[in-house]
Structure formats: C-alpha cells, structure tokens
C-alpha cells in the first residue's frame, strides 16, 4: 500500500523558513512527479510547485524566488525549502504523487506563518 507521509511544518514568524518533507512508501519513486498544494482555510486546494522525473520544477508565481522543491531518489523523498514565508502562505500543505494512471496524496501538514 503506497503511502505519503509530509512532514515539517509549524508556526513560523513572517519572514521565517520551513522545510517540509514527504517521504513516500512507492516502490518506483523516480517514476513519479511529486507536486506540493496547499489548502487554505476557506479556499481551494492549489498548486505551489512540482518536480518532474527529470528534476524539471514549476512554482506558482505567488511562491517563485521564495519556495525550492527537491527530491531524493535514493530516500523516496522530495522536499519544500520554504524561505520569506508571509501570513498568505497560511495553510495545509499536501504532497501528491502521480504517474499515468497513479495518483496518491499524503494526509497533509499544517504551516501557520504569524507573529
């Protein structure tokens, strides 16, 4: 049974850095594109950045220049190096999964940026 397990998050001060972990439970781990969205009270579930097979990333433009996603093939683990973090960035954060017809979601970590 494949399974995503994030972990790292907390309450930061604006201007703080988090650096949140998904550890994923998947056999073919470098097959995946893993992909961090994030939820915020009240609104949709959106897309903060992806990184593909090949190691090619994509960020939301209202992360861009402050998030970094990574992975580590040989830990079945990808990354978000979470930098300048504002109240905005409020919400719970999700890994996702996904090769064809595979999709998993992890069960997702609450950030909470405030003074």
């Known amino acids: 049974q494949v399974q995503l397990v994030e972990s790292g998050g907390g309450l930061v001060q604006p201007g703080g850095s988090l650096r949140l972990s998904c550890a994923a439970s998947?056999?073919?781990?470098?097959?995946?594109?893993m992909t961090w969205y994030r939820q915020a009270p009240g609104k949709q579930r959106e897309l903060v950045a992806t990184?593909?097979?090949?190691?090619?990333?994509y960020y939301s433009e209202s992360v861009k220049g402050r998030f970094t996603i990574s992975r580590d093939n040989a830990k079945n683990t990808v990354y978000l190096q979470m930098n300048s973090l504002e109240p905005e960035d409020t919400a719970i954060y999700y890994c996702?999964?996904?090769?064809?017809?595979?999709?998993?979601w992890g069960q997702g970590t609450q950030v909470t940026v405030s003074s």
């Open positions: 998947i056999f073919t781990f470098s097959n995946y594109a």
């Open positions: 990184i593909s097979t090949g190691r090619s990333t």
């Open positions: 996702n999964a996904a090769s064809g017809t595979n999709n998993y």
